[in-house]
């Protein structure tokens, strides 16, 4: 692997514009953010969104306006969340869909997280490994636990590649309730994930810099933002998304695996250039 993926998950579901007032959440704050990301070597966008209030939603219009929004503002490859935040019910996850990212996430299980429990059910994740095959959405399939790479061992057997044929998992570790944001367990994920697919990880909080160096050393690709962590170093916060993916860019760049660009993306996880 001679380049690093660096995707940007700048805003989640999970903080609260009132604790965070950095945090992207109007449609200008997401592209501003998205634009400068780029530019500091982003080559995919991890996208919640936000309503008029701030809090998480999956409304289908915002969610078409932030697909056209940022593919005429950027280049970078489109992921939408169909995980949403706890509360949302499944079929308004499933009906992300329906704004046609290039790719969106897919958790392979049901986690305990925080003092919250992220549910997802064997048949919901198999629809919606299905649903993206049927329109050529490529899948992140994203792992909380070491379980969880079982889960989808079966759920390729079962059904098959998703579209583009190429299978890409990112490792979300130090989540409380999932695996744990450390070396160790970065490499005992690395030996479950399937042969032939790419992977990120993202280790949240104070994890955050052991999953990023475990992950560039194992020979993987890097997720960072806001969604993962608001504290860029000890007592101080982050100042933005740049901020976290330059950082991730010099690390990548010092393991001479350089950020790859968005078209790069394109090719490494078989995004259709037509998307
Ligand atoms: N917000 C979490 C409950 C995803 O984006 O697919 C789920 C999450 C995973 O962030
Ligand atoms: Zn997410």
Redesign the pocket.
């Not at 969340?81 to 706890?86: F, H, L, R």
């Given at each position: 692997m001679t380049g690093t993926l660096i995707t940007v998950a700048p805003t989640?579901?999970?903080h609260a514009k009132t604790d965070v007032p950095n945090l992207p959440v109007t449609l200008e704050e997401l592209v501003a953010e998205a634009k400068a990301c780029e530019a500091a070597g982003a080559g995919m966008i991890?996208v919640?969104i936000r309503g008029a209030d701030t809090a998480p939603t999956l409304d289908p219009k915002r969610l078409e306006d932030t697909v056209a929004a940022l593919r005429a503002e950027t280049n970078l490859v489109v992921q939408l969340?169909?995980?949403?935040?706890?509360t949302d019910p499944e079929d308004h996850r499933l009906r992300v869909l329906d704004a046609m990212p290039d790719s969106a996430?897919c958790?392979m299980g049901t986690v305990n997280?925080g003092d919250d429990v992220?549910m997802n059910r064997w048949e919901f994740i198999v629809e919606l490994h299905k649903r993206m095959a049927e329109r050529g959405i490529v899948p992140e399939y994203?792992i909380f636990d070491l379980g969880q790479l079982a889960t989808l061992r079966r759920l390729l057997d079962q059904h098959g590649l998703p579209a583009g044929g190429h299978v890409h998992v990112d490792l979300v570790m130090g989540v409380p309730g999932g695996m744990p944001g450390d070396a160790e367990t970065l490499v005992a994920a690395t030996r479950a994930i399937p042969a032939g697919a790419t992977f990120s990880a993202t280790g949240v909080g104070r994890t955050t810099l052991p999953v990023m160096l475990a992950a560039l050393s194992a020979g993987g690709h890097l997720r960072v933002g806001m969604?993962d962590t608001i504290t860029f170093k000890r007592g101080e916060r982050v100042r933005d998304n740049a901020q976290l993916v330059e950082r991730a860019a010099e690390f990548a760049a010092l393991a001479q695996r350089p950020a790859l660009s968005a078209d790069d993306v394109r090719a490494l996880i078989k995004v259709s250039q037509n998307n």
């Open positions: 989640g579901a999970e991890h919640h969340s169909t995980g949403g935040a706890v996430s958790t997280f992220f994203e969604e």
